[in-house]
């Protein structure tokens, strides 16, 4: 028993020495405590300016890194891409030289593995687009490989060209090719016969939005009316050269059979290589613009 209210009197004086310790300890730093209490309650006007500080800081650090990354890009210098201390601006300063002053060694020195297989693609892209074999294509793995793909289907001829590639790309090429199609007829509802719904929306909306041409000479329905030719025949003067030709290859009046005036027809000239603007054979460039102004004006 004595031992037992030896150990009930230790675990009260040291339960009273714990109360004073506390006591002692939140008397000295209440006003510290406190202080950092309210410190962390701030108004919302205060909240709205410190944020205000925050995003200013960031946009300095934006405009200073984008200035180093001019300054780079001005030099050419693959070198300076590490100043800029971010390893994704470091990354990001490399994809640029690359791409900017096709560099395609700058791509080895990106950190980032994803980003250096999307420079690499890059450059396979625009190797692949400058060939004449789409199946090159197919082995990008970046967003580069339906826009390589789409620029081949774009060239074929014939839809038939599609039947090269494996099911899932020959139904993008075969959309591709419908809705080239559609708008170059101007007709939006042969959009419904593409498959993918993405696609034919771009379909729809893009044939939509074309400016009508009727007569389908390369020239707007509105665009003839402010040049004065009409929108209902190719040929508005009947002279044997289209409106489009003559108002941006020739350079003659469109709305008149011979438009200098000697007795033979712009087209019959332009045919025979005789000037359709003056004497002489049928010049070029700027010769033939300054030739023709002279009779546009009468």
């Known amino acids: 028993m004595p031992n037992k209210k030896i150990h009930l009197a230790i675990a009260g004086l040291l339960a009273i020495s714990l109360v004073l310790g506390a006591f002692y300890f939140f008397s000295h730093n209440s006003d510290k405590l406190l202080g950092n209490i309210k410190q962390t309650k701030l108004s919302p006007e205060e909240q709205r300016k410190q944020a205000e500080l925050v995003q200013a800081e960031t946009v300095k650090k934006q405009n200073e890194?984008?200035?180093k990354l001019r300054q780079i890009e001005a030099e050419k210098k693959a070198e300076g891409c590490k100043a800029l201390g971010n390893n994704d601006l470091i990354d990001d300063c490399y994809y640029k030289l690359a791409n900017e002053f096709q560099r395609e060694e700058d791509c080895d020195r990106i950190s980032s593995s994803s980003v250096k297989i999307r420079c690499h693609d890059l450059f396979a892209y625009i190797k692949a687009q400058q060939g004449v074999d789409p199946q090159k294509c197919l082995?990008?793995?970046n967003e580069f490989k339906d826009p390589c793909?789409?620029?081949?289907?774009?060239?074929?001829?014939?839809?038939d060209k599609c039947d090269q590639f494996e099911p899932a790309i020959r139904t993008r090429c075969m959309n591709i090719?419908?809705?080239?199609?559609?708008?170059?007829?101007?007709?939006?509802?042969?959009?419904?016969s593409v498959s993918d719904k993405t696609l034919r929306a771009n379909c729809q909306s893009q044939t939509a939005a074309k400016p009508k041409d009727t007569d389908g000479d390369g020239i707007s329905d509105s665009q003839e009316r402010a040049y004065g030719t009409t929108p209902f025949?190719?040929?508005?003067?009947?002279?044997?050269?289209?409106?489009?030709?003559?108002?941006?290859?020739?350079?003659t009046n469109a709305r008149k059979l011979d438009t200098d005036g000697d007795g033979h027809s712009d087209g019959d000239e332009v045919k025979n290589s005789f000037n359709p603007c003056g004497n002489g054979k049928l010049p070029t460039g700027q010769d033939l613009v300054d030739g023709c102004?002279?009779?546009?004006?009468?």
């Open 65 to 67: 890194d984008y200035v």
């Open 139 to 141: 082995a990008l793995v």
């Open 149 to 159: 793909l789409d620029g081949f289907f774009l060239s074929f001829v014939t839809s």
């Open 177 to 192: 090719f419908k809705s080239r199609e559609a708008y170059s007829k101007g007709d939006s509802t042969l959009c419904s």
């Open 233 to 251: 025949d190719k040929d508005t003067d009947q002279d044997g050269l289209s409106d489009y030709e003559e108002i941006f290859t020739y350079h």
């Open 293 to 298: 102004r002279k009779y546009l004006k009468r």
